[in-house]
Structures are given as structure tokens and as C-alpha cells.
């Protein structure tokens, strides 16, 4: 009967997976329907706005070259007119001496035949008949205005849709996913000497299959890439997988998108825990403040800070990570000004880094198992690991464990990253920025551990969402490689 029930309860959970899939597909495809009748009314719309710029161009082409034509008339006219005009102007000079040389011939007197002849003469010498040009300077061709389309007209009739490029290829093998970058690689199927530029989108999910239609984050955009490979950068991974997809654009149009790839984006996320604060604390999602005002009426209890450190609330569930903390434990109080994370480490590697206000007097960052008491400080109990920083009157750097301290004689950083390895036993603290080691403790953890933060005077950011930083994986594996150093304060809890 029971096995029956198992197999029903299989055959139940692949069919509901399998309609979920239908119904994803579905979607995708009442979607592609939309877009090919939105994408359809566009590509006509362009269209018609290439060819009315044509038009637009022959017609201004046509006019210039009109204008041009009676340009070149007017001059011809002109010239023609002008060299007329002489002719005129030549002609009457010339009949008046023809005439005055027919009379001329009608005198009888030897001497004033000669005189009259010698004026005569010399006014034909100097007459503009004899110096005009009786060639016409202009011709009346046009035929160097003429133009032929013939070639024009073959290349407009061979002119078809511009290719839409191929979609590209993700290259997954060569996609990189470290130190909260992402490094995608694609290449185009064939050789298109077409393609302007690329498009990236990328879109965080949680889901690890196939993109989904309904229900995701919208994709994000980089625009105008030149290369086939690029790299994201300075991003949170606040989810467990990125859905990346790649278009290829010519000067007029984008192609199909690449086939999207899911990348994993594996890190350690979590929130302040607000329920667990001090009451002198002020808590906004990952960022705490000192309150002087927040502890007003609250019991004060000094001298209690580290009594019964190993005794848990009654209040408290050993639950999943996310309510092991919220609202199931005592606030802290008296004088440990803490707060701590949502969310346990029970397994794995894992980073945060946290930075602190310049006028921080005093504040701690490190671990603790699920259950301190509400009175206990970090580095005081002999579950809770940190390092402490003091700014009151003098600057004071020390890692703390089980009420012990060890001075730390280098520069506080303005940024602390914290590497935890649960399985391997290993806490260590880093300058964030230079991502050079400030302090290791090696231990065997047995229970669950807790980020925790002590704030006095100040505030506190916590950067979560990070990968484990490469130059923090070398650092680690060249320690462990060399056995690393034993600090006083480790011990197996």
C-alpha cells in the first residue's frame, strides 16, 4: 500500500511539474503572438519611413538637378544675348560707314576724295565689325545635363529586407562567475560583417530551468557592447541563479535572442535581525545605529554580562536558520549593545564585509552560536568569536574569544571582511579592500553560527550577497597549505 502511494505521489508531483511547464510554455507563446503582431505593425511603419525618406531624397535630388539645368540655360541665354547685343551694336556701325563710303564715291573734287577716303579708312581700322568674333561662344547642347538611372533603378529593384543577424551563442564553458562579477562569452554562427553592436540582458531568479514569463524580475540591459564577451560587475547576489541572454544589432534592427543560460550566483545573504537587538540599537535591514535614547525605561542590569553565558532563553527554537533568531529569543541587554543575523551557517564557505561609521567608539564584528544569553558580548563567551575595535580615547585593534584578547598591532580597515568555513573549522577577518589577513581563528564549530554585531556610539553596514573574493580563496589556500598559525585563542568548542 505504501509503495503504491509512493509511486502515485512520484507520477502526482511529475505531472504537476510538467503542466507548470506547459503553462510556462503557453505563456511564452501567447507572448511570442503578441510580439509578432506588435513587431509586424512596426516593421510596416518603418518601412513606409524609408521609403518616404527615398522619396523625400529623389525629390530633392530631382529639384537640384532642375535647378541646376536652368542655371546652366540662363547662362547660355545670357552669354548668347550679350554676344547678340555686340552684333547689333557692330552692325549699325558698320552700315553707317557703308553709307558714308557710297557718297563718298559721289565727289568730284580730287582732294576731298582723298581726305574723304583717308576718314573712312581709318574708321574701318578701328570699327567693331573687324574685331567681333562671328563664332557663337555658347552651344545649344544640354546634353551634358542629361542623366541615366539605368544603374539606379537596377539597384532599387534589387533591394530586398535587410538581413536580421543570427542569434548569438552563449559560450557557457568560457562564462565566469567570481568575486560578485559575471563573465558572459558568446560568438555569432557565421561570419556577419552586418552587426553593429551586441545587447545583454540578465535578470536575477531563483529558479534554476528555463526563463519564465510571468513572475520574474525584469531583465536588465547593457547596450552597445562592440566585443563578444563582457563582464558584469559589482553585483549582489542576493538570489541563486542569473538568467543571461545575448541580441545581435545591425544599423537597422536587432536579431532573435541567443538561447538564455541560468548561471549560478551562490552566496550568503541575510538581513539584521531587529527582534534580537539592544534597545539602545536602531536596525534597518543591514545597516544598525547606536540609540542613546532607544534604552529609556528599559531594566538595567550591570555586572550580568557574562553570567550564565551557556544558559539559552527559555523563548528559544532550535528552528530553521530564518526563525532561529527573529522573534524567537530575548532581546539583548544591559551592556551588550548587539545585534544579530537571520540567518545561520550550518555549512560551507561564506563572506560579508562590514564597514563602520568614522566616529565609531566602540564596536565588534564576529560570530556566535544560535542561543547566547541576552547579557553576553561577543568574544566574551567561549561560543562567540570576533574582532573588536575601540576609538575611544585611543585606537585599540583585538581579536577576542572566551574572554580573552589578543592585540592586533595593524591599521583598523574602514572595511572588514569576514570568511567564515564552517566545515573546515575556520573564521577569519581581512581589510576588505587590500583583502589582507587581519586575524584567523581555528576551532571545530558544533552548532549553527550567527553573524553578530556590537555597536557603541556609531553605526554599522553590512555588505551581504558577496561571493568568497578569489584573492581571499589563494590567501586561504597558500595558510592552509602552510599549516597556518595557532592563535592563543582557538580552541575546539
Same mark, same amino acid.
Given at each position: 500500500?505504501?509503495?503504491?502511494?509512493?509511486?502515485? /505521489?512520484?507520477?502526482?508531483?511529475?505531472?504537476?511539474?510538467? =503542466?507548470?511547464?506547459?503553462?510556462?510554455?503557453?505563456?511564452?507563446?501567447?507572448?511570442?503572438?503578441?510580439?509578432?503582431?506588435?513587431?509586424?505593425? =512596426?516593421?510596416?511603419?518603418?518601412?513606409?519611413?524609408?521609403?518616404?525618406?527615398?522619396?523625400?531624397?529623389?525629390?530633392?535630388?530631382?529639384?537640384?538637378?532642375?535647378?541646376?539645368?536652368?542655371?546652366?540655360?540662363?547662362?547660355?541665354?545670357?552669354?548668347?544675348?550679350?554676344?547678340?547685343?555686340?552684333? =547689333?551694336?557692330?552692325?549699325?556701325?558698320?552700315?553707317?560707314?557703308?553709307?558714308?563710303?557710297?557718297?563718298?564715291?559721289?565727289?568730284?573734287?580730287?582732294?576731298?576724295?582723298?581726305?574723304?577716303? &583717308?576718314?573712312?579708312?581709318?574708321?574701318?581700322?578701328?570699327?567693331?565689325?573687324?574685331?567681333?568674333?562671328?563664332?557663337?561662344?555658347?552651344?545649344? %547642347?544640354?546634353?551634358?545635363?542629361?542623366?541615366?538611372?539605368?544603374?539606379?533603378?537596377?539597384?532599387?529593384?534589387?533591394?530586398?529586407?535587410?538581413?536580421?543577424?543570427? !542569434?548569438?551563442?552563449?559560450?557557457? !564553458?568560457?562564462?565566469?562567475?567570481?568575486?560578485? @562579477?559575471?563573465?558572459?562569452?558568446?560568438?555569432?554562427?557565421?561570419?556577419? %560583417?552586418?552587426?553593429?553592436?551586441?545587447?545583454?540582458?540578465?535578470?536575477?531568479?531563483?529558479?534554476?530551468?528555463?526563463?519564465?514569463?510571468?513572475?520574474?524580475?525584469?531583465?536588465?540591459?547593457?547596450?552597445?557592447?562592440?566585443?563578444?564577451?563582457?563582464?558584469?560587475? +559589482?553585483?549582489?547576489?542576493?538570489?541563486?541563479?542569473?538568467?543571461?541572454?545575448?541580441?545581435?544589432?545591425?544599423?537597422?534592427?536587432? +536579431?532573435?535572442?541567443?538561447?538564455?543560460?541560468?548561471?549560478?550566483?551562490?552566496?550568503?545573504?541575510?538581513?539584521?535581525?531587529?527582534?534580537?537587538?539592544?534597545?539602545?540599537?536602531?536596525?534597518?535591514?543591514?545597516?544598525?545605529?547606536?540609540?542613546?535614547?532607544?534604552?529609556?525605561?528599559?531594566?538595567?542590569?550591570?555586572?550580568?554580562?557574562?553570567?550564565?553565558?551557556?544558559?539559552?532563553?527559555?523563548?528559544?527554537?532550535?528552528?530553521?536558520?530564518?526563525?532561529?533568531?527573529?522573534?524567537?529569543?530575548?532581546?539583548?541587554?544591559?551592556? %551588550?549593545?548587539?545585534?544579530?543575523?537571520?540567518?545561520?551557517?550550518?555549512?560551507? /564557505?561564506?563572506?560579508?564585509?562590514?564597514?563602520?561609521?568614522?566616529?565609531?567608539?566602540?564596536?565588534?564584528?564576529?560570530?556566535?552560536?544560535?542561543?547566547?544569553?541576552?547579557?553576553?558580548?561577543? +568574544?566574551?563567551?567561549?561560543?562567540?568569536? @570576533?574582532?573588536?575595535?575601540?576609538?575611544?580615547?585611543?585606537?585599540?585593534?583585538?581579536?577576542?574569544?572566551?574572554? &580573552?584578547?589578543?592585540?592586533?598591532?595593524?591599521?583598523?580597515?574602514?572595511?572588514?571582511?569576514?570568511?567564515?568555513?564552517?566545515?573546515?573549522?575556520?573564521?577569519?577577518?581581512? =581589510?576588505?579592500?587590500?583583502?589582507?589577513?587581519?586575524?584567523?581563528?581555528?576551532? &571545530?564549530?558544533?552548532?549553527?553560527?550567527?553573524?553578530?554585531?556590537?555597536?557603541?556610539?556609531?553605526?554599522?553596514?553590512?555588505?551581504?550577497?558577496?561571493?568568497?573574493?578569489?584573492?581571499?580563496?589563494?590567501?586561504?589556500?597558500?595558510?592552509?597549505?602552510?599549516?597556518?598559525?595557532?592563535?592563543?585563542?582557538?580552541?575546539?568548542?
Amino acid at each position: 500500500m505504501d509503495e503504491e502511494q509512493e509511486t502515485l /505521489q512520484r507520477i502526482v508531483t511529475t505531472l504537476v511539474n510538467k =503542466n507548470e511547464e506547459i503553462h510556462n510554455f503557453i505563456d511564452t507563446l501567447n507572448h511570442i503572438i503578441s510580439n509578432v503582431q506588435l513587431n509586424s505593425s =512596426n516593421a510596416i511603419s518603418e518601412l513606409d519611413e524609408e521609403f518616404d525618406g527615398l522619396y523625400s531624397v529623389l525629390h530633392e535630388m530631382k529639384g537640384s538637378m532642375t535647378n541646376t539645368i536652368q542655371q546652366e540655360e540662363a547662362h547660355k541665354i545670357q552669354a548668347l544675348q550679350d554676344q547678340l547685343n555686340q552684333c =547689333n551694336r557692330a552692325l549699325e556701325g558698320s552700315e553707317e560707314l557703308l553709307k558714308l563710303a557710297m557718297q563718298s564715291l559721289d565727289i568730284k573734287n580730287p582732294v576731298e576724295l582723298f581726305e574723304a577716303a &583717308k576718314r573712312i579708312k581709318d574708321s574701318v581700322t578701328v570699327a567693331s565689325a573687324f574685331r567681333l568674333s562671328l563664332k557663337p561662344r555658347v552651344s545649344d %547642347s544640354m546634353t551634358h545635363m542629361m542623366v541615366d538611372f539605368a544603374l539606379e533603378k537596377r539597384m532599387l529593384q534589387s533591394v530586398k529586407f535587410l538581413p536580421v543577424p543570427k !542569434a548569438p551563442e552563449i559560450d557557457v !564553458a568560457a562564462c565566469l562567475v567570481a568575486d560578485n @562579477c559575471i563573465t558572459i562569452s558568446w560568438r555569432m554562427p557565421g561570419e556577419d %560583417s552586418r552587426v553593429d553592436h551586441f545587447v545583454l540582458e540578465y535578470r536575477k531568479t531563483n529558479f534554476g530551468g528555463l526563463p519564465r514569463i510571468k513572475g520574474e524580475q525584469r531583465w536588465e540591459v547593457v547596450d552597445y557592447i562592440n566585443a563578444t564577451q563582457y563582464t558584469l560587475s +559589482g553585483l549582489k547576489f542576493d538570489t541563486k541563479y542569473m538568467n543571461l541572454r545575448v541580441q545581435a544589432w545591425n544599423k537597422a534592427m536587432a +536579431g532573435e535572442y541567443s538561447d538564455p543560460v541560468t548561471l549560478e550566483t551562490k552566496a550568503f545573504v541575510f538581513s539584521l535581525d531587529s527582534t534580537t537587538s539592544h534597545l539602545n540599537l536602531k536596525v534597518e535591514d543591514t545597516y544598525v545605529e547606536w540609540d542613546p535614547t532607544g534604552g529609556k525605561g528599559q531594566e538595567k542590569i550591570k555586572g550580568k554580562e557574562n553570567k550564565n553565558s551557556n544558559t539559552a532563553s527559555p523563548k528559544r527554537s532550535t528552528n530553521s536558520p530564518r526563525t532561529s533568531a527573529r522573534g524567537s529569543r530575548d532581546r539583548f541587554a544591559g551592556e %551588550s549593545y548587539t545585534v544579530l543575523g537571520d540567518t545561520a551557517v550550518e555549512s560551507g /564557505q561564506h563572506y560579508w564585509e562590514v564597514r563602520a561609521q568614522k566616529d565609531c567608539k566602540s564596536y565588534s564584528v564576529g560570530v556566535t552560536y544560535r542561543n547566547p544569553g541576552k547579557f553576553d558580548q561577543l +568574544g566574551k563567551t567561549n561560543s562567540s568569536w @570576533c574582532i573588536h575595535v575601540n576609538n575611544w580615547l585611543q585606537t585599540t585593534f583585538s581579536a577576542k574569544h572566551n574572554n &580573552k584578547a589578543k592585540t592586533l598591532d595593524i591599521p583598523v580597515p574602514d572595511r572588514i571582511g569576514v570568511y567564515c568555513d564552517f566545515d573546515g573549522g575556520q573564521l577569519s577577518f581581512y =581589510n576588505a579592500s587590500s583583502k589582507a589577513l587581519l586575524h584567523t581563528f581555528r576551532t &571545530k564549530f558544533t552548532q549553527p553560527l550567527l553573524p553578530g554585531f556590537m555597536i557603541w556610539c556609531g553605526g554599522l553596514t553590512v555588505s551581504t550577497g558577496l561571493q568568497v573574493p578569489s584573492a581571499v580563496k589563494t590567501l586561504q589556500k597558500n595558510e592552509n597549505g602552510l599549516g597556518g598559525s595557532t592563535s592563543s585563542l582557538n580552541n575546539v568548542a
